[in-house]
């Protein structure tokens, strides 16, 4: 049975800070153990951070900020997950590219190690420190510079939180490329250096397609402008391109110019109870044919991630319980073309029985509800213990074969929960235990990753290889890939200050 809720003209806005993540301070016997005794780390020698350096700092910074008061610097060291736990004595929060060229040139000509922070919501380590590197906070450097209302390019600061500048861009009918669980603290800049993918990849395409433009700042203090706002400029390489997704290794985001598309004038999303996996492949098939251009966005959630989201966040499903879901979303321009169009696939789709039961919102508030449950999933997780986190890509056809298989391998020593963006062949598996457990990552690593690659995916679809994965990149990536990789961090980062211990093993 389908009900529809609300149906009629809706601009959509989604004003809900799904998952606020505040950095809080930090009950000492809640403390993760620190990553280098986690997992057996040895420092690379760097410079060890001097009174002489921190006055420097204070010169160029002024004395509020530059942060040295353990507790204050706590947060900055231990990552959103609470599995890494880095050992920094000072955060730095610069305002201007130019304050960040200057702290680079010095840091690179006394060898100290820096690990870039934006909102601290990265899944894989990579934003926190493994020893005392300093972490370079952009936290202050969160202004929007300049909107284009025809062209839809914003440029802005780093720093910027994804929902505020969605916000904005709303304000001038526009809306962000991309969307996240973590958009109420993740920065935009943080976005362009994980290449973050998220929740509407399927219409608005990845980051590399979005990214007009950038300014980043290199190991030695060097600003490199690339800050055009051009859908197309084919001058020569297309530099902008080596800081997406290289989480900080290549060198520091400051500003970046973003393609903005329009704000839907429509927006439908319902939530469908589906007897097996088979079935979600064959509706998204069915969806992708019936809604084409309109189709934002079909996520996909097995019984077990629903049922422990709906317990510990105490939200309540529309819908009764089913093996699967799917979240189903349309982004369109013409609310009542819309309409028809989702009706007219509902109502085949009941038929075959592909939808059991469902519920289609078109209502700000029930639209935000139902994106509410998927969004709270991965926070869900965390209060039931030590969360094993895993984003890979994989076959459509292969989807969702890893989460049996792990139930099986675990018993019922842990609970495994698969969900995610079926349209970008991204599924997340989460699993957790009480608490973290070095037999148990035995059980699991590197079986998961070796899985992936037998089926050809990647052990990372977009969260990144941060600290935890360097040793497994090479299930996806080949050795020649892996060297040239290595050429550009030698030729940009020489003395290999920017975020060491992440992204590249040390035997490439
Ligand atoms: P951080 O976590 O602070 O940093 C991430 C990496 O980027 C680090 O290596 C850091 O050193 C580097 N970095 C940060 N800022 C800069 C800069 N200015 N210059 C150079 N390097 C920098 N990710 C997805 O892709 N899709 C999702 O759907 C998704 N959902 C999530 C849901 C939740 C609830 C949470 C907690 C996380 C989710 N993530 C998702 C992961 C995370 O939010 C993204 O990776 C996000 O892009 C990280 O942004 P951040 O500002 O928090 O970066
Ligand atoms: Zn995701």
Redesign the pocket.
Known sequence: MINMYNSGLSIVRYLAKSNIIVQGRYASQALPQLSSEKYDVKRKNFGTVQAADINYFKSILSEQRVVTDESDVLPFNIDWIKNCRGQSKVVLKPKTTEEVSKILAYCNEKRLAVCPQGGNTGLVGGSVPVFDEIVLSFMLMNKIISLDEISGALVCEAGCILENVDNYVRNHNLIMPLDLGAKGTCHVGGNVSTNA??LRLLRYGNLHGSLLGIEAVKADGTVIDCLRSLKKDNTGYHLKHLFVGSEGTLGIVTKLAIHCPVLPKAVTVGFFGLENFDNVLKLFKSAKSSLGEILSAYEMMDNESIRGTLRNMKLTSPIPEYPFYVLMETHGSDADHDTEKVNRFLSKEMDTGLILNGTVATEPGKIQAIWKIRESIPAACMMDGYVFCY?VSLPLANYYQLVPMLRERLGSNASVIGF??IGDG?I?INVTISDFDKEVLGVLEPFIFEEVSKLQGSVSA?HGIGFRKPQYIHYSKDRSALGLMRDLKTLMDPNGILNPYKVLPDDV
Do not use: T, W
């Open positions: 993918g998220g984003d995610g963006h991204n997340h977009e």
